[in-house]
């Protein structure tokens, strides 16, 4: 198994940035691949799947990004202190909700499956972004 601690969240205004930590613990080689995403609250009630924000791949380092953050946030691993952080700049009112750092072995899958909630078992509890 694999555990994961998220922190970093808070509110920031439109423009502004935030920095993101992921701490891992446990069994790593369950958790080769690391992943953020982030979901509105009353999507969560709804039942919308979460939407997947980037992803790092320990093997070879090689990083993923939807189309929405990219070149505004930059996700990165931090191996010595077994952190994954997301480094999101230039925050848009769009981008507020719950992040999740989540972990998996996504082995071949990676890295079609990056971006799908349904291919991590390994989830944090969660951190809070609010723009304004």
């Known amino acids: 198994d694999v555990q994961l601690v998220e922190s970093g969240g808070g509110s920031v205004q439109v423009g502004g940035s935030l920095r993101l930590s992921c701490v891992l613990s446990?069994?790593?080689?369950?958790?080769?691949?690391v992943a953020w995403f982030r979901q509105a609250p009353e999507r969560e009630r709804e039942g919308v799947e979460r939407e997947g924000v980037a992803a790092i791949y320990s093997h070879n380092d090689m990083k993923v990004y939807a189309d929405s953050v990219k070149n505004r946030f930059t996700i990165s691993r931090d191996n010595a202190k077994d952190t994954v952080y997301l480094q999101m700049d230039s925050l848009k009112p769009e981008d507020a909700g719950i992040y999740y750092c989540?972990?998996?072995?996504?082995?071949?899958?990676?890295?079609?499956?990056?971006?799908?909630?349904?291919?991590?078992?390994?989830w944090g509890q969660g951190t809070q972004v609010t723009v304004s």
């Open positions: 989540a972990a998996e072995d996504l082995g071949s899958r990676w890295p079609e499956a990056w971006k799908y909630a349904s291919s991590y078992r390994y």
């Open positions: 446990g069994d790593f080689y369950s958790g080769n691949c």
